[in-house]
């Protein structure tokens, strides 16, 4: 049992502005979180509100879109009084994840233009997170012209990113598009090129190169270019949807001994 001020100081160190965790089951840092709700009771305390816009995004509370919900709009609440650019930030982010669901697009709407309004000319990660909000509304609503419009803003603020991750989702939401568009060709060529951008897990191009393969009907390319069996044992360093991605490729290769696990 960890002395709590000590794990209110860990728990405050990784509570930086854009940190997310919602890619990771992290039991360390919920445990962190809610010990921080625990020791804070004051409700204006902003590692506190900081912790329920974290934990909004956290399993086992974003597994639970309602619980996600409450979680996320306390902290929006609470950052509006607090009137702090930062967390007002951070809960808006949080409030994007949990209006995923095809039910709260003008909400979803709603959060991000207030995210573009609160970055103004930064252009910081809170735009990246807006624009991107913007693009997967806009598929889902078949407004292809609007995908398009936030798309081409995404670029834009992605290339001022002095790190290559923002340029890269930019990059492969790009390859994604000409895949929908039945230009598997076109989308294998693109999804090869994000091979040579840098960024921080060399699995990230691993799903969509493979579900384009597929498409092609070439699954035994697939097998002869990739361990489905080394990339399933690797997923929990992958975000939460490519996890899924993988369970669906498993699954069509015949291999429900491999996807059963992930689901």
Known sequence: SPDPR??????AR?????????????????????????????ESNENRISALSQLASVPPYALDMQRSKALSATALTL??????RT???EALRARLYALSGPDDIDALLAAAHEMLALDGDAASGISIAAHS????AAIHRGDLTGADLALAELG???RLQPRPEALWYHDR????????EGDFAGAETAFADLQNMRVS???LPAVPEILTALERQDTRAVTAQWDLTTLVSRADEMPAEYGAGMARVAVILNREDLARPLL
């Open 6 to 11: 000590r794990l209110y100081r860990e728990a």
């Open 14 to 42: 990784v509570l930086r502005p854009g940190r997310t965790w919602s890619a990771f089951a992290d039991p360390v840092v919920r445990a962190a979180l809610e010990e921080v709700l625990r020791i804070t009771p004051d």
């Open 79 to 84: 950052a509006r009084k607090r009137n702090s």
């Open 87 to 89: 967390l007002l930030a």
């Open 133 to 136: 909000a913007c693009y997967s």
């Open 156 to 158: 834009r603020t992605a």
């Open 173 to 180: 939401l790009k390859a994604q598009r000409r895949f929908l």
């Open 201 to 203: 897990s060399p699995w």
